[in-house]
């Protein structure tokens, strides 16, 4: 029979869906369950590489190591990263498939049902439950019959479905009441509960909504899940940098600008500096906005081509060179660190068909995409010793990589590879100035390690001439997994959740 599965489905994008299966995932975890996450389709450019070098939702590996299990491309076995001209790179299991225009990948999607399936036939010979995560809203009418992520998903697995609404947009009930009206009768009958999530204020006065939505629809209310502020969960889409709010004014020593480009990647990367004491993060769409930070950051692009663009029109690429030239510290990531240099070519048109275009010019540096995408794991040291760098020579690194090309110049490396995909190597990663002011690697979670994120930003603060905080102390955060768990499992009836899952 396989492993048990519950799915979690939402009214709409961004209700939380992600969250809740994760805090499922550890309350099972926590209860004595082998559990794994499920997601068939996501469509994210915050991506994650598994022990094999495949490439995942981050959401999926977040939500796995709720679980305590290492994350697997079978978790999330058809990814989707939107690029330019409407179309995505398609990744299957783990590796770049195809990339396609989005008319034409609704015609290939039916005959990915059976990766689909096979990756969730493994999960569940492996383990006691798999919980599944839809995606957007089960009950779109022009979505419906292509299908693969919501409840043909759900029809796949034999999964009951909860379907969580968000009550801080508004209008939860009438999400709630609309989305089962719109489901097909089989397809209303898997949802067997109804949660509402991110809750403000007093319960008794949300209690006549419950007993009328669980009348109205016969399906119960399992539970009301009050707004949990500062989860410490690495966010999926950019659309939660909207919701981020602005730094208060005085309120930190050190002022940190991300770019933020339309295909903004990976931007979780600069959680960890958010993290610290007296530092402020903040992203920067506008050249009017961007002021003079104490650090400028490129962060990583699906789409470097039509991100570079996107700043030549807003005038955002003037604005980051005179910073720069003026003695702003700036650091590249991934895309960002392609951008940094003279020229990005593309022989091959993996982004765009226009051959070659000029990066900022800030670092002597050229790179040239190739067909074949990078995803490792690595772990590396840091090489320079001068300006962003000083004091942390020998620091050691652990990230992923991510990204299409190589960049080659006559420049001293910021890192060296050690380790990569747990094989022991010794390569140069990335490049300084000649000052250490500007730098560029493609190490995603570069701030992840103390010692280095501590040294740069005591470089900062030396430069800007504050007194240092207690920076790069300890790594950021402890598991937040736990008190999410707590947090959820005193709102729902796990009682009747188990009943449902069938354990």
Not at 32 to 54: I, R
Not at 101 to 118: C, F, Q
Request: net charge negative; charged share 25%; hydrophobic share 45%.
């Amino acid at each position: 029979m396989g492993a048990r599965a519950i799915m979690v489905q939402g009214t709409a994008s961004d209700v939380g869906k992600s969250v809740l299966v994760a805090a499922l995932c550890r309350i099972l975890r926590q209860d004595g369950y082998q559990v794994a996450p499920f997601k068939a389709q996501n469509m994210a450019l915050n991506a994650a590489v598994t022990s094999d070098g495949g490439e995942i939702g981050r959401s999926q590996a977040t939500q796995a190591l709720a679980a305590g299990v290492e994350p697997t491309v079978d978790m999330n076995p058809i990814l989707l990263k939107p690029e330019a001209g409407m179309r995505s790179q398609v990744v299957v299991r783990g590796k770049v498939w195809r990339t396609l225009p989005w008319r034409e990948y609704y015609r290939h999607r039916a005959a990915l049902l059976d990766v689909i399936r096979g990756s969730l036939d493994r999960l569940r010979e492996a383990h006691d439950v798999v919980v599944i995560e839809g995606a957007g809203s089960p009950a779109e009418p022009n979505l419906k019959a292509g299908d693969i992520v919501n409840m043909r998903v759900a029809a796949l697995a034999d999964a009951p479905v909860l379907l969580a609404g968000d009550i801080d947009r508004g209008g939860v009930f009438a999400a709630l009441l609309g989305t089962l009206e719109l489901l097909d009768p089989a397809e209303r009958a898997r949802v067997r509960g109804l949660i509402i999530n991110k809750f403000r204020g007093d319960l008794d006065l949300l209690r006549p909504g419950l007993d009328f939505i669980a009348a109205r629809t016969g399906v119960p209310v399992l539970g009301v899940v009050p707004h949990l502020p500062d989860i410490g969960l690495a966010e999926e889409d950019s659309v939660a940098l909207e919701r981020r709010a602005a730094p208060a004014p005085g309120a930190a020593v050190l002022d940190i600008a991300v770019i933020q480009t339309p295909r903004i990647s990976n931007f979780d990367d600069f959680d960890p500096l958010a993290a610290e004491d007296g530092v402020a993060v903040r992203f920067v769409r506008e050249a009017a906005t961007l002021g003079e930070p104490d650090l400028l950051i490129l962060p990583g692009t699906k789409s470097t081509i039509a991100d570079l663009a996107a700043l030549r029109e807003r005038g955002l690429d003037r604005a980051i060179v005179a910073l720069a030239e003026g003695g702003t510290p700036t650091v590249g990531i991934c895309g960002g660190y392609q951008m940094l240099g003279e020229r990005i070519d593309d022989p091959h048109g993996v982004e765009s068909d226009v051959g070659s275009v000029p990066g900022l010019g800030l670092l002597p540096l050229t790179t040239t995409f190739g067909r074949e995408k990078t995803t490792d794991r690595a772990r590396a040291t840091v090489a320079g010793d001068r300006g962003l760098l000083a004091g942390a020579r020998g620091a050691a690194v652990e990230g992923y990589e991510i990204h299409m090309g190589r960049t080659a110049g006559p420049l001293p490396a910021a890192l060296r590879i050690t380790e990569r995909q747990g094989r022991a190597v010794d390569e140069p990663d990335g490049a300084t100035s000649a000052d250490g002011l500007i730098l560029g690697t493609y190490l995603h979670g570069l701030f992840t390690s103390p010692a280095l994120r501590g040294a740069i930003l005591r470089a900062l603060a030396a430069r800007k001439g504050v007194a240092p905080r207690d920076w790069g102390a300890t790594a950021p955060g402890a598991d937040p997994f736990d008190r999410l768990a707590d947090h959820v499992r005193a709102s729902l009836d796990l009682p009747a959740l188990y009943r449902i899952i069938g354990l």
